[in-house]
């Protein structure tokens, strides 16, 4: 507040402020902050990029995905607003959309473990299991501790009917994170299937 007081036509300290808004849960005051950094620097990627973020945590899709665009078109090699961007698309349904933006953010950023991630979720639901697989062999290797790589690995495996690699990577994400409840529940099917009935239902109960 005392920068602002300070410097009301700073853009810099609405979208600092702004931020600090948003790290505290306070969506609407962040958006109006950064609002008002758009309104005093047209060109302020970071404020673009920020609400894109806001907008999207509060649901609105179609906004977050305008503010990412906006974003790129003021800076086309920040793989953040393409990744984010991918994010929205694909909760809109969009994967093929996604499936672009997550590899334009690869190529800008091909140590980005969590772009590999969610591009083979995105294959993974349309289908194309291999190349889902491949994606998430990347973020592990990319990222070893990522349980979400590996839970996610394993439900493509399960697709895929490796039941026992599925819980090999099943066992490594609730290691990785005990508390990872998808895990637990996706490991139950593929027990139930071998015929372990005990850890199954143990599993599902978790």
Same mark, same amino acid.
């Given at each position: 507040d ?12 609405y979208g ?13 005051r962040a958006i ?12 302020f990627?970071y404020? /673009?990029r920020?609400? *894109?973020?806001a907008?999207?945590?509060?649901? &609105?899709?179609i !906004? $977050? #995905?305008a ?10 090699k ?10 929205a /698309?694909?909760?809109? *349904?969009?994967?093929?959309k996604?499936?672009? &933006?997550?590899? !334009? $953010? #690869? ?6 473990a969590q772009?590999?991630i ?5 294959y993974?639901?349309?289908g ?10 990347r ?8 349980a979400?790589?590996?839970a996610s ?15 090999v990577d099943?066992?490594k994400?609730?290691?990785?994170n005990p ?7 996706n ?5 139930d ?14």
């Amino acid at each position: 507040d005392r920068a602002i007081e300070l410097d009301p036509k700073s853009a810099i300290a609405y979208g600092n402020r702004g931020a600090t808004y948003d790290d505290l849960g306070d969506k609407k005051r962040a958006i109006a902050d950064y609002d008002r950094a758009i309104e005093l620097d047209p060109k302020f990627v970071y404020a /673009y990029r920020n609400r *894109g973020l806001a907008y999207s945590d509060l649901g &609105d899709k179609i !906004r $977050a #995905i305008a503010d990412f665009s906006r974003a790129i078109e003021l800076d086309p090699k920040g793989a953040n607003a393409y990744y984010n961007r991918g994010l929205a /698309y694909y909760e809109l *349904g969009d994967k093929i959309k996604a499936i672009t &933006d997550y590899s !334009r $953010a #690869i190529e800008l950023d091909p140590k980005d473990a969590q772009a590999y991630i969610f591009r083979g979720v995105a294959y993974a639901v349309l289908g194309d299991n291999i190349r889902a697989i491949a994606d998430l062999d990347r973020a592990i290797e990319l990222d070893p501790k990522h349980a979400i790589a590996y839970a996610s690995r394993g439900l493509v495996y399960g697709a895929l009917g490796d039941k026992i690699r599925a819980i090999v990577d099943y066992d490594k994400a609730i290691e990785l994170n005990p508390k990872l409840a998808q895990a637990y529940y996706n490991r139950g099917g593929p027990y139930d299937e071998l015929g372990d009935k005990i850890r199954a239902i143990a599993d599902l109960d978790r």
